[in-house]
């Protein structure tokens, strides 16, 4: 028996098949001549049968043939169709209630995946009631959300009062939120170190390098709970290369903040307009809500005397070939305008 499907699925006969098919057709004699594989190929469609008394073979008419197949395997695929359709139906309950149990594990590979916000700081406030050397946390995307540090303020304390080794890594604008720079201040007064970072990055955390948790999709609604150690390695490294390019968050009066922040904010909304990115975009990854962006824009529009955005990325593409890594101030004598608290994109994620 020998019926072939080649690559594309498209069923054929071999050559040795189709060369036996036309002997026979014209000579129901000429089987003999022919190698058994090739005939019981032919038998198998059914293209070959015995002759009427039982001796030699004769051949089928190719079309008849075709026919009867067809209408049989089209049944097949039908009977397939409607298997696929119930087997759905029938498992739709069970996958409900695997995604609503909010985890889907593969411990083989030391991953977890956490589904919604309960799930994944639950896993947080587990991993960080484990913690026994270091927590490393990066936060980006602006002000902490009130609720979200006083809830996670206790279990900050705790995990410093045991002597773990608390960093932490913010973006530049979460200095101007007032929620925040208390959160930071009580933090760092029972040993914590606080740093924040001009540039984008993602959210990330590491405990004593054996457990970390990244985010499973971009709108953060899903986690990656990871303990195999040389990814928590790298991840870890990872921290700490953005940790060395940090300045230390100083939780200064709203004006300070505000003067020390927008000249670096500014300057990264730029180098993402050059980027290509879209201002919904630009807005998420430096932590500002969209008033606040195109507040943003306005001023940097202003300093750069341009009017439109195709004559801000021109000028701002300029700017940078004529001074590649550097980075133009503010005019002497204009200091950056404050930027209010409820401009700033808050986030909801547990701190550490």
Request: one cysteine or more.
């Amino acid at each position: 028996m020998k019926v072939i499907w080649d690559d594309s699925t498209q069923f054929s006969l071999s050559e040795a098949a189709q060369d036996a098919y036309v002997d026979i057709a014209r000579n129901p004699l000429a089987a003999t001549g022919h190698a058994p594989g090739a005939l019981a190929e032919l038998r198998e469609l059914g293209l070959i049968t015995s002759g009427p008394d039982g001796s030699g073979v004769i051949a089928v008419d190719p079309k008849l043939v075709a026919q009867g197949l067809t209408a049989r395997w089209r049944a097949q695929a039908a009977s397939l169709d409607w298997q696929a359709s119930t087997l759905e139906r029938q498992l739709a309950p069970l996958a409900e209630t695997y995604r609503q149990a909010g985890v889907q594990i593969d411990r083989s590979a030391g991953l977890e995946r956490l589904e919604g916000h309960q799930a994944i700081n639950s896993f947080i406030r587990t991993a960080v009631g484990n913690a026994r050397v270091e927590a490393l946390t990066a936060q980006p995307g602006g002000a902490r959300s009130s609720a979200s540090l006083e809830a996670s303020l206790p279990h900050t304390l705790a995990c410093l009062h045991r002597g773990v080794a608390v960093r932490t890594l913010y973006q530049s604008t979460a200095r101007v939120s007032g929620a925040t720079r208390q959160y930071v201040r009580a933090a760092m007064d029972a040993g914590a170190q606080i740093r924040t970072l001009d540039h984008y990055f993602e959210r990330l955390m590491v405990f004593d390098r054996k457990v970390a948790v990244i985010p499973g999709d971009p709108s953060r609604t899903t986690a990656l709970a990871i303990t195999q150690p040389d990814l928590c390695g790298y991840l870890a490294e990872s921290f700490e290369h953005m940790w060395d390019r940090a300045v230390e968050f100083l939780p200064t009066d709203p004006i300070s903040a505000t003067t020390e922040v927008v000249p670096g904010v500014r300057e990264l909304i730029k180098d993402l307009l050059l980027a290509g990115y879209t201002g919904e975009v630009i807005a998420r990854r430096v932590g500002l809500k969209t008033r606040a962006f195109q507040d943003h824009i306005a001023a940097i529009k202003a300093q750069m005397e341009v009017s439109t955005l195709v004559q801000l990325g021109y000028a701002i593409a300029v700017e940078r070939s004529q001074a590649p890594g550097l980075r133009r101030p503010d005019p002497a004598g204009a200091p950056p305008e404050p930027v209010a608290e409820d401009e700033v994109e808050d986030e909801d994620e547990d701190e550490i």
